[in-house]
């Protein structure tokens, strides 16, 4: 991997919230790419001297597709004006009608990409890349409906997991985190429940529905994992980002997770966009030796933010304000 520092600023005077949004949001306008009407949900690691990723954009016929991006600095983003165009991998080349809100991680010697591939409806495509220039596209994971599809960086007990919310064909009005295991990153099975939408009394934030965010990320409780939960106001849903921390041998195990939602919409860019009251986060980038990670969210599915926060703090509030 690289050293480059992640991007950072420190919490704000006066501010107690154990994530704080970063002072230039957002980071990608909505028309950062001249074809583009939104630019959210989007992934990122670090990839040689600095930073690369894959990147959501709609465009102005609102068709979804990734593309991808390098930086520097982690916040400044150079995105390909050209969606990623994939060939076969595992497989022959298999129907994709759109693709959107990826995730990306390293696994042993390759960046892996899950992402909403349209297949018959939503379900999970996975990718590959050596250099962010060739990608490859292996089968899907599941059947269609199913979305927010997040590998762990590591093999588990000697295979590939992955995190995934089964769905519908819409909007879907319900949703629980699911866990999948393969041998080969082709064939999936071993599906376990893992984590459950909230009662409305107990967690309201998170009642109607809720989804893997960012790549799990092991500490010494288990694995951290961020994630967004929804609620049906009168207005629709709004999104909001939580924390769990699941067991590391065997991640159906929920081991603690937080009451009290992390990152709500509160301020204009999430509140106000293409769809209102929305923080979706899909990457991190975190330094462990320096307890630090940087959260990326669509917001509002328009733009892309950063929010930052220490690790041992979200994990501590975790386990102190747990279900
Ligand atoms: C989900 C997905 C996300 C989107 C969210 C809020 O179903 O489509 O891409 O951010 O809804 O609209």
């Known amino acids: 991997m690289n050293n480059k520092k992640i991007p950072w600023e420190n ?51 609102v068709q979804m597709n990734i593309f991808a991006g390098k930086s520097d600095n982690g916040i400044d983003w150079k995105i390909e004006y050209d969606p990623i165009e994939m060939k076969p991998g595992n497989t022959h080349m298999i129907d994709s009608d759109y693709k959107y809100d990826p995730r990306v991680v390293f696994i042993e010697d390759r960046y892996w990409i899950t992402w909403c591939n349209g297949y018959n409806g939503p379900t999970i495509g996975i ?25 762990f960086p590591k093999k588990i007990n ?42 409305f009394e107990e967690s309201g934030w998170q009642s109607t529905k809720i989804g893997a965010g ?31 921390i699941l067991d590391k041998e065997q991640p159906e195990i929920v081991k603690y997770r937080t009451r009290d939602y992390l990152l709500g919409p509160a301020v204009d860019y999430e509140m106000i966009g293409d769809v209102q009251n929305v923080v979706f986060p899909c990457a991190a980038l975190h330094d462990t030796e320096e307890d630090k990670i940087a959260i990326y969210y669509g917001a509002a599915d328009t733009v892309v933010a950063l929010s930052f926060g220490h690790i041992s703090e979200i994990v501590k509030f975790t386990i102190e304000n747990s279900l």
Not at 176 to 199: C, L, N, Q
């Open 158 to 199: 000697g295979r590939y997991a992955m995190l995934s919310r089964p769905s519908d064909n819409g909007h879907t009005p319900f949703g629980d985190i699911f866990i999948s295991y393969s041998p080969d990153m082709k064939y999936w099975g071993e599906h376990r429940s893992v984590m459950k939408a909230t009662a």
């Open 11 to 61: 919490r704000p005077e006066g501010c107690s919230d154990i994530l704080w949004r970063y002072s230039k949001n957002p980071i990608i306008d909505r028309y950062a790419i001249p074809t583009s009407n939104s630019v959210f949900n989007s992934a990122v690691v670090p990839y040689k001297d600095g930073f690369a990723g894959v990147f959501r954009c709609d465009n102005k016929a």
């Open 214 to 244: 960012p790549i799990p990320i092991l500490v010494d409780e288990g694995w951290l994992m961020i994630y967004h939960g929804v609620i049906t106001s009168c207005n629709g849903f709004r999104y909001a980002m939580g924390a769990a």
């Open 127 to 151: 990718g590959y890349t050596y250099d962010f220039k060739d990608f490859y596209q292996c089968e899907n994971a599941f059947l269609p409906f199913n979305r927010n599809g997040v590998l």
